[in-house]
């Protein structure tokens, strides 16, 4: 007969470790030697959510080199909260910067091609 796993209970360290918003999930689990999910579940049960963005974070969501997933991944928020932060702070989405870099650059190419041709823009 096998083993079933264990409840353990949360130590006073670890109640620390959890309710710190600025630790992502990950960084919880790999300190208590629990699993990720264990550590959201009882954040959850808690009411302790990861909510918080710190400087740093706001930083790299006007960072755009980096795409949202990479983000959501550096950062432990969901990608759907570095989307719906992104248009709090009134920032375009990727999408939208794509979109308005192909603008420019028919444009450009535009006023270029009236140009070889003679005509006035």
């Known amino acids: 007969m096998e083993d079933a796993t264990v409840y353990r209970h949360w130590t006073d360290a670890e109640l ?14 790999a300190a208590t030697g629990r699993t990720e999910m264990a550590v959201r579940a009882a954040r959850s049960r808690r009411g302790i959510c990861r909510t918080r963005w710190t400087a740093d974070e706001l930083g790299r969501l006007r960072d755009y080199v980096a795409s949202p997933k990479q983000i959501a991944a550096e950062t432990g928020h969901s990608l759907s909260a570095v989307y719906a932060k992104r248009s709090e702070m009134g920032l375009p989405s990727p999408a939208a910067i794509r979109m308005a870099a192909r603008e420019a650059a028919a444009a450009t190419a535009g006023r270029a091609a009236s140009v070889q041709i003679g005509l006035r823009p």
């Open 16 to 29: 620390e470790l959890l309710a710190d918003r600025s630790l992502a999930a990950a960084d919880v689990a």
